[in-house]
């Protein structure tokens, strides 16, 4: 079992920068591939970004691709959401998220079995 802690959200100005963390528990993270998901008020949950396991395949959803970078160190039990060029529509709740049983759907919220309480990111205009 993955618990997942997110941390780092805040207020920004549009055009800044924000770097989201989650922290993860349990020994096998490393077997995890991780996502970022966001919600905005009254709209449905997201995704965002996506690394494996190993941090050799990593995807994007279009609206953050050439913004939002995803990493991970798996010595530390850490997956990283780094936010530059922040627009005001990119404000919403983050969560990350572990898949233990990869199955390609890797942008749906039901491939995910751990959730974390979620980080707010406000960015104001």
């Known amino acids: 079992q993955v618990q997942l802690v997110e941390s780092g959200g805040g207020l920004v100005q549009a055009g800044g920068s924000l770097r989201l963390s989650c922290a993860a528990s349990?020994?096998?993270?490393?077997?995890?591939?991780m996502g970022w998901f966001r919600q905005a008020p009254g709209k449905e949950r997201e995704f965002v970004a996506y690394?494996?396991?190993?941090?050799?395949?990593?995807y994007y959803a279009d609206s953050v691709k050439g913004r939002f970078t995803i990493s991970r160190d798996n010595a530390k039990n850490m997956v990283y959401l780094q936010m530059n060029s922040l627009k005001p529509e990119d404000t919403a709740v983050y969560y990350c998220?572990?898949?233990?049983?990869?199955?390609?759907?890797?942008?749906?919220?039901?491939?995910?079995?751990?959730w974390g309480q979620g980080t707010q990111v406000t960015v104001s205009s």
């Open positions: 690394i494996s396991w190993s941090s050799g395949n990593t």
């Open positions: 349990g020994r096998t993270f490393s077997s995890y591939a």
């Open positions: 998220a572990a898949d233990r049983y990869y199955s390609g759907r890797y942008y749906h919220p039901d491939e995910y079995e751990y």
